[in-house]
Structures are given as structure tokens and as C-alpha cells.
Nanobody, 124 residues
Framework: QVQLVESGGGLVQAGGSLRLSCAAS????????MGWFRQAPGKEREFVAA????????YYTDSVKGRFTISRDNAKNTVYLQMNSLKPEETAVYYC?????????????????WGQGTQVTVSS
């Protein structure tokens, strides 16, 4: 089992930046492939980014490429999501998630562990 706790959300103006953190406890963090997802009101949860166990490979949904960066620090049991040039339509609850298989996945159903989420609000 692993417990995930997100932090770093808040209110930011359009074009601004936020860095989300997801702290993990429990089993060895480095054995988990990690992902970030978001869910806006009235919309389905969507994939944002994922990172392999070592951090050597990262994957992004097209809409955030070049603006968001996922990273991890296995010594600190933490995964990050740096978000730049934020847009109002990116207002959502952001969740981190973990899965034990080696490969990343954009499907939420493939992740075994989820945090409680952190609210990101982007004002226009």
C-alpha cells in the first residue's frame, strides 16, 4: 500500500504558474510509476502527465506539452507537477496516482493508488 497526499494547489491568474507536489508514504516510492490527472466540474477525469519509476521518461497530454513538467525525487518520495502559462480552462482538482507496473498509462483505471486531490483555480 502507498498513501498519496497532494499539495500546492491554489488560485492563480491566467498565465501564472503553480507547482504541485505529491508526497508518498508506505511501500518504496521508487517502485511506482506515477501520474497526474485532473477533473474539472462536470467533466470526466483526464490524464495530464506520467513519469516512469526512475524518472527517465515522461509523458504528457498534448494540451500541456511545453508548459507542464512532471518530475520526481525518489529520495524524498515525492512527485511534482510544474505548471506554467496556466489557462482558465485548466481549473480543476488535480490528482496524483500510482501504479506498480513498469509502463506508464494515460488511463485512470490502470492506477491503483490515488491522492485526495488539490484544487487549482485559474482566474481570467
Amino acid at each position: 500500500q502507498v498513501q498519496l497526499v497532494e499539495s500546492g494547489g491554489g488560485l492563480v491568474q491566467a498565465g501564472g504558474s503553480l507547482r504541485l507536489s505529491c508526497a508518498a508514504s508506505g511501500r518504496t516510492f521508487s517502485s511506482y510509476t506515477m501520474g497526474w490527472f485532473r477533473q474539472a466540474p462536470g467533466k470526466e477525469r483526464e490524464f495530464v502527465a506520467a513519469i516512469t519509476r526512475s524518472g527517465g521518461r515522461t509523458y504528457y497530454t498534448d494540451s500541456v506539452k511545453g508548459r507542464f513538467t512532471i518530475s520526481r525525487d525518489n529520495a524524498k518520495n515525492t512527485v511534482y507537477l510544474q505548471m506554467n502559462s496556466l489557462k482558465p480552462e485548466e481549473t480543476a482538482v488535480y490528482y496524483c496516482a500510482g501504479r506498480t507496473p513498469r509502463l506508464t498509462s494515460p488511463r485512470g483505471l490502470d492506477y491503483d493508488y490515488w491522492g485526495q486531490g488539490t484544487q487549482v483555480t485559474v482566474s481570467s
